[in-house]
């Protein structure tokens, strides 16, 4: 009975021994705990918080310490409560550790493209100014043909002129006429025997100056036409007149003249070109004119 | 201890002075919970809430920053009452607290800056690739 009794008394004491420490599992320990194995195995925490994490881990210490003696739940809650928040310090550490090594890249990056986007406009300002050194250089050179064609169209002006000079005074030599189909040289009756298709030399001369014209003009052909008075039989007259032509046409390619550029025909009494009743008058249908062919060695047709 | 030391057989005289003693142990145990006034760990406390009570800590982390002045407050008012175990406690959460909502705020600062640095970047890059083309 009196063990009995003296069991009891001692069960009472205990419990007033550890009235200030028996307690439940605090729920906030609990937490703390996972909540600091997390940030544990968090590289960046352990990384960017290293000192933050050593604090969190000494303050849950000390909370396991106090549950393990058995302290008052409400000490260990609180210890625990003050390693949360300085296990939760080390994540903001952490964040804010990485924002700031962002910041710093991002001020690094930054530079880099102010300095790319320097170089580019820098790159461009060069490449317009190429540009505009080409287009220059190509204005100049443009302006230097424009000048040289200009000049060269004058000389070529002056030189067309000169030739057309020199071919004219040549056709004023020869007594050439400007007709509706060209230029037209007349060779008179005095410049053949009466009846013969002989050329007199006067006649030879005017020839002669006409093959030194086809060899400076070698484009231009000639078409050969004889015509006579109405004195004799027409048949006679046709041949005379074809005869004098060809005669004009020989002495030409006796000339070196091309055949191919020289081409006879006869008219006999047609295309009079005076009256056939006086002496004059048939003495200026007796002739052989020469027709001169335009630039492409074109000869209208009668 | 004391346990199987009352175990021992006892005359009934001697077990009052026992639960006299036990009475007192529990006072001394009580005594050594709350220990000596905390003054200086209130006051690093207190210099910690100022610390933090800023506007961008107002605005970042006003749950941690209510919870340290409210803290900091109960800890003086037990601090008042000679209930120094307490006070120590809700000085210690309070200075956790306000150090948090420091770090909180900073950390969200710093991240806004960070977030401002890389949208800046981001448009300067978009206009240098504008360029380009």
């Known amino acids: 009975m009196q063990k009995n009794h003296l069991f009891a008394l001692s069960l009472i004491s205990v419990a007033v021994m550890t009235g200030c420490s028996t307690m439940p599992q605090s729920s906030t320990l609990d937490s703390a705990r996972v909540d600091y194995s997390q940030a544990q195995a968090n590289p960046q925490v352990v990384q960017l918080a290293p000192l933050q994490l050593k604090e969190a881990g000494e303050a849950l210490d000390r909370a396991n310490a106090a549950q393990a003696s058995r302290e008052d ?26 924002a700031e090594l962002a910041v710093s890249t991002a001020a690094a990056e930054r530079t880099q493209l102010q ?75 005095v410049l053949f025997d009466t009846n013969q298709s002989q050329l007199k030399s006067g006649g030879e001369r005017n020839v002669q100056k006409l093959a030194a014209f086809l060899k400076r003009y070698p484009q231009r052909t000639v078409m050969i036409e004889g015509f006579t008075d109405s004195v004799g039989s027409s048949s006679s007259n046709q041949l005379l007149s074809e005869r004098r032509a060809s005669a004009v ?54 | 201890m004391m346990k ?26 009580l005594a050594g919970c709350s220990g000596t006034p905390p003054t200086e760990q209130l006051a690093v406390s207190k210099s910690a809430v100022t610390h933090a009570s800023t506007a961008a800590t107002t605005q970042y982390a006003p749950v941690e920053l209510q919870s340290a002045k409210d803290k ?62």
């Open chain 1, 115 to 189: 300095l790319q986007a320097r170089t580019q406009e820098a790159n461009a300002a060069n490449q317009h100014a190429a540009i505009a050194e080409l287009t220059a250089e190509q204005k100049t050179a443009e302006a230097h043909l424009a000048r040289q064609q200009t000049a060269d169209a004058q000389a070529s002006a002056a030189q067309d002129q000169a030739d057309l000079a020199a071919m004219q005074a040549q056709m004023d030599e020869m007594n050439a006429k400007k007709t509706p189909r060209g230029m037209v040289i007349t060779l008179g009756d």
């Open chain 1, 249 to 302: 046409g020989l002495a030409l390619t006796g000339m070196d003249i091309g055949r191919d550029r020289v081409s006879t025909q006869g008219h006999g009494e047609a295309y009079a070109v005076a009256g056939n009743d006086t002496a004059s008058g048939r003495q200026l249908n007796r002739r052989v004119e020469i027709m001169l062919s335009d630039e492409r060695g074109v000869i209208a047709p009668r």
């Open chain 1, 73 to 98: 739940a409400k000490v260990v809650d609180s210890l625990a409560y003050v390693a949360q928040q300085k296990i939760a310090l080390t994540q903001e550490t952490a964040q804010r550790k990485k």
């Open chain 2, 72 to 133: 900091l407050e109960r800890a003086e008012n037990a601090m008042a009452q000679e209930d120094y175990a307490l006070a120590s406690q809700l000085a210690a959460e309070a200075q956790a607290d306000a150090r948090l909502a420091e770090a909180k705020s900073e950390s969200a600062q710093a991240q806004k800056t960070a977030q401002d640095t890389q949208d800046a970047s981001r448009v300067l890059r978009e206009e240098i690739n504008r360029k380009a083309q």
């Open chain 2, 4 to 29: 199987s030391r009352s175990r021992f057989p006892l005359s009934q005289c001697s077990r009052s002075g026992l639960v006299y003693a036990l009475l007192a142990g529990g006072v001394m145990l």
